[in-house]
């Protein structure tokens, strides 16, 4: 059973910088299409980032330029670098795997995806 478990999250003032890990047991990470979601208080939940075993790497239009996805084969650990962090980034974060999601073309859609964590909280206060 794949198992992501995200940790880093926090608050921060706006223009601030936090960066997202997620574990993955019973499988490793180099093998599957790895993403990062994001769901806010009455919003649906939404693609952020993904990167391919090849660690091709996707965003989407609202985080370009201020996050990294990156991968550590070896710790087995997704990453999500967060730089200039805006109030409209707070959400819980959660992180997803898939073996096929980074090739379907519907990455930023939850449903793509079979293996999600707990989520991690992310506040950013103006």
């Known amino acids: 059973q794949v198992q992501p478990v995200e940790s880093g999250g926090g608050s921060v003032q706006a223009g601030g910088s936090l960066r997202l890990s997620c574990v993955v047991s019973?499988?490793?990470?180099?093998?599957?299409?790895m993403g990062w979601f994001r769901q806010a208080p009455g919003k649906e939940r939404e693609g952020v980032a993904v990167?391919?075993?090849?660690?091709?790497?996707d965003y989407a239009d609202s985080v370009k330029g201020r996050f990294t996805i990156s991968k550590d084969n070896a710790m087995n650990t997704l990453f999500l670098q967060m730089h200039s962090l805006k109030s409209e980034d707070t959400a819980l974060y959660y992180c997803a795997a898939d073996m096929y999601a980074c090739y379907s073309g519907s990455w930023r859609f939850p449903v793509a995806f079979r293996y999600w964590g707990q989520g991690t909280q992310v506040t950013v206060s103006s």
């Open positions: 990167i391919d075993r090849y660690g091709n790497a």
């Open positions: 019973g499988s490793t990470v180099m093998n599957y299409c």
